[in-house]
């Protein structure tokens, strides 16, 4: 399991931009962690994958945030990043951190962070 805590939500108008911060404590850096990503939850929705970063510099995005959002990792720090700029309405959510230690493990989730973006 890797513990995760995630940073950064908040209240922002549509158009404007958010940084979400997600801290992993683990022994060793995250590089040796396979894939860590983002997800959100809109309510009566179900969780869906945002954006994905594996070891080897492998991105993925959801079609509906390609070009907008953008997930970086920095392994000094043991941190993921999604940098969300022109931010709609649709993208409010809770989001959840998400860890993968090898392609076959389960996920470790962080406790989620309030993102909503006003009309």
């Known amino acids: 399991q890797v513990q995760l805590v995630e940073s950064g939500g908040g209240l922002v108008q549509a158009g404007g931009s958010l940084r979400l911060s997600c801290a992993a404590s683990v022994t060793e850096s995250i590089r040796s962690i396979y894939a860590m990503g983002w997800y959100r939850q809109a309510p009566g929705k179900q969780r869906e994958l945002v954006a994905r970063?594996?070891?080897?510099?492998?991105?993925y995005y959801a079609d509906s945030v390609k070009g907008r959002f953008t997930i970086s990792r920095d392994n000094a720090k043991n941190t993921v990043y999604l940098q969300m700029n022109s931010l709609k309405p649709e993208d409010t959510a809770v989001y959840y951190c998400?860890?993968?230690?090898?392609?076959?493990?389960?996920?470790?989730w962080g406790q989620g962070t309030q993102v909503t973006v006003s009309s």
């Open positions: 998400s860890a993968r230690r090898t392609p076959f493990a389960g996920d470790s």
């Open positions: 970063v594996t070891s080897g510099g492998s991105t």
